[in-house]
Nanobody
Framework: QVQLVESGGGLVQAGGSLRLSCANS????????VAWFRRAPGKEREFVAA????????YNTDSLKGRFTLSSDNAKNTLYLEMNLLKPEDTAVYYC??????????????????WGQGTQVTVSA
């Protein structure tokens, strides 16, 4: 059974950094496409970034403008989202999601079958 567990959220001042983790409990991410989405208060869920099953990274460049970076540790079955130069508008619950689909629309949340519980990121001005 796939169980995604996010961690690393918290409260940070504008301009600061956080690193979010998404662990795939007991299973490798090999063959999976894994993504981060976020939902800000009063807004719809928004695509942040994804790592395809072939190793390619896709980012929401409009919102992130190069501030966020994906990485993975295969030995730990963990995907990371390094977030730098955080802004108050980055405040949201961040969710990890995964799919085994071979050619998903990576930016669409309905493509992902498995979701974590979310981790809160709050950026103060």
């Amino acid at each position: 059974q796939v169980q995604l567990v996010e961690s690393g959220g918290g409260l940070v001042q504008a301009g600061g950094s956080l690193r979010l983790s998404c662990a795939n409990s007991g299973r490798t991410f090999s063959g999976w496409s894994v993504a981060w989405f976020r939902r800000a208060p009063g807004k719809e869920r928004e695509f942040v970034a994804a790592l395809s099953w072939t190793g390619g990274a896709i980012y929401n460049t409009d919102s992130l403008k190069g501030r966020f970076t994906l990485s993975s540790d295969n030995a730990k079955n963990t995907l990371y989202l390094e977030m730098n130069l955080l802004k108050p508008e980055d405040t949201a619950v961040y969710y990890c999601a995964a799919t085994l689909k071979r050619n998903p629309l990576y930016t669409r949340d309905y493509e992902y079958n498995y979701w974590g519980q979310g981790t809160q990121v709050t950026v103060s001005a």
